[in-house]
Nanobody, 122 residues
Framework: QVQLVESGGGSVQAGGSLTLSCVVS????????MAWFRQAPGKEREGVAT??????SYSNSVEGRFTISQDSAKNTLYLQMNRLNAEDTAMYYC?????????????????WGQGTQVTVSS
């Protein structure tokens, strides 16, 4: 059984930084597509970034500010978030295993974490 557990969320002022982590337990291929999504209250779940075999992609809203990475030895996915603004406030989820591995298409991901809250105050 694959499990994903996020951590690292919190409250930060606009312009600040946070790093989210997602620890993966259970079997997963080294070539599994991994992703970060977010969902703000009253809004649909939004794709933020994906990574597959070291190749990453980002949504337009976070390109240049966020960096997705993974440490295979630690079975951990990261999301480094810089220059945060109020629009980044959301619950952030990591997801794994998608045939498409594109930013978005939440329904294509098989495994999800429980989420970690990020709140940015202006």
């Amino acid at each position: 059984q694959v499990q994903l557990v996020e951590s690292g969320g919190g409250s930060v002022q606009a312009g600040g930084s946070l790093t989210l982590s997602c620890v993966v337990s259970g079997y997963m291929s080294r070539r599994s597509c991994m992703a970060w999504f977010r969902q703000a209250p009253g809004k649909e779940r939004e794709g933020v970034a994906t990574i597959l075999a070291g190749v990453s992609s980002y949504s337009n809203s976070v390109e240049g500010r966020f960096t997705i990475s993974q440490d295979s030895a630690k079975n951990t996915l990261y999301l480094q978030m810089n220059r945060l603004n109020a629009e980044d406030t959301a619950m952030y989820y990591c997801a794994a295993e998608s045939l498409f591995c594109v930013v978005g298409r939440a329904t294509s991901y098989l495994y999800w974490g429980q989420g970690t809250q990020v709140t940015v105050s202006s």
